[in-house]
């Protein structure tokens, strides 16, 4: 994929991404609870704590997305800590057979997610070229 496209559409991805962390967590929870919930039923203060995390990490990828290049330790973030969140919540969902139903909801999401931008995210040397590029044209 040539350099262009790719950071094209890392932004495309940064935007869509941050949009379903800030408005789209709390309907999931609310609509899916077996796959995006890891509360009993009633009210839940990890659910506050939980969305105002993604909702304040979705406003940084927005802004990330207008220059990824410049915002690289907060995209790669992003992908390790979907990784291990992912994993961790697989471990708990095989673990307590009650939450099973998340192996179909927010583990998937948080994987593809690490997924698209760790594909779409340059690193290394390959990053610093397209920096060097970006600051010079």
């Not at 990330?64 to 995209?75: F, G, M, T, V, W």
Request: aromatic share 10%; with cysteine; hydrophobic share 55%.
């Amino acid at each position: 994929m040539k350099d262009e496209n790719r950071i094209k559409y890392l932004k495309i991805a940064l935007v869509c991404f941050g949009i379903i962390a800030i408005v789209g967590i709390y309907p999931l929870i609310l609509i899916w609870p077996s796959g995006f919930a890891w509360h009993g039923e009633g009210h839940n203060l990890y659910v506050d704590m939980i969305v105002g995390i993604y909702a304040t990490l979705g406003v940084f990828l927005i802004r990330a997305a207008r220059n990824p290049l410049a915002h690289l330790s907060l995209i790669w973030f992003t992908v390790w800590s979907s990784i291990v969140h992912g994993g961790i919540m697989t471990v708990q969902a095989i673990v307590y057979s009650q939450h099973i139903g998340h192996l179909l909801g927010d583990v998937p999401t948080l994987f593809i997610i690490a997924i698209v931008l760790g594909v779409l995210t340059p690193w290394g040397e390959k990053a610093i070229k397209m920096q060097q590029q970006m600051t010079k044209g």
